[in-house]
T-cell receptor, first 111, second 113 residues
Framework: QKEVEQNSGPLSVPEGAIASLNCTYSDRGSQSFFWYRQYSGKSPELIMFIYSNGDKEDGRFTAQLNKASQYVSLLIRDSQPSDSATYLCAVNKAAGNKLTFGGGTRVLVKP | EAGVTQSPTHLIKTRGQQATLRCSPISGHTSVYWYQQALGLGLQFLLWYDEGEERNRGNFPPRFSGRQFPNYSSELNVNALELEDSALYLC????????????FGPGTRLLVL
């Protein structure tokens, strides 16, 4: 079992719709969770971080964390063609301070 | 505020050579991290430096090494290059060292021929 798992996609959504991305992690000691967006050939760009159970909203993005289920998700509302990218889920345990990344979900927003 | 910078943007080496990659963190950030993103393997943690010390290392052979300078910049050295070392090498920095958000630089694309 991989430490951080994501569906590789592609997740195809029409423009204006909601894109829902999921991520599961195996280590219950994980304490902080991040979503990065990566365009092809570019470096990851931070979208959101979440530390506590529940929802966290920032503009069109909402991150949801459920530590009991070891599950974190990202919702993108009013999806735009510019949202087409690979979305990386990353998890940080307290010790070692390294980010463990999932394989990423490729999102395609069609006009 | 300037972001994380890395140099060079591209690097071409031949098998057996050494490569040196450089990184300057965001001003005020003391921790620097190195990651490798090889095709098909995803982003993998390489090294973490904080206050000039190596704090953690990923599952990579000793020919991957680095250091952090007093101004918090860092360099990654890869000795005895192998073809499978071809990848995008990403540097990230964070303020303080524990649990803080890591911000990535543009990366150095290393090609080993």
């Amino acid at each position: 079992q991989k430490e951080v798992e994501q569906n590789s996609g592609p997740l195809s959504v029409p423009e204006g719709a909601i894109a829902s991305l999921n991520c599961t992690y195996s280590d219950r000691g994980s304490q902080s969770f991040f979503w990065y967006r990566q365009y092809s050939g570019k470096s990851p760009e931070l979208i959101m971080f979440i530390y506590s159970n529940g929802d966290k909203e920032d503009g069109r993005f909402t991150a949801q964390l459920n530590k009991a289920s070891q599950y974190v998700s990202l919702l993108i509302r009013d999806s735009q063609p510019s949202d087409s990218a690979t979305y990386l889920c990353a998890v940080n345990k307290a010790a070692g301070n390294k980010l463990t990344f999932g394989g990423g979900t490729r999102v395609l927003v069609k006009p | 505020e300037a972001g994380v910078t890395q140099s060079p943007t591209h690097l071409i080496k031949t098998r057996g050579q050494q490569a040196t990659l450089r990184c300057s963190p965001i001003s005020g950030h003391t921790s620097v991290y190195w990651y490798q993103q090889a095709l098909g393997l995803g982003l993998q943690f390489l090294l973490w430096y904080d206050e000039g010390e190596e704090r953690n290392r990923g599952n990579f052979p000793p020919r991957f090494s680095g250091r952090q300078f007093p101004n918090y910049s860092s360099e990654l050295n890869v000795n005895a290059l192998e073809l499978e070392d071809s990848a995008l090498y990403l540097c990230a920095s964070s303020f303080l060292s524990s649990q803080e958000t890591q911000y990535f630089g543009p990366g150095t694309r290393l090609l080993v021929l």
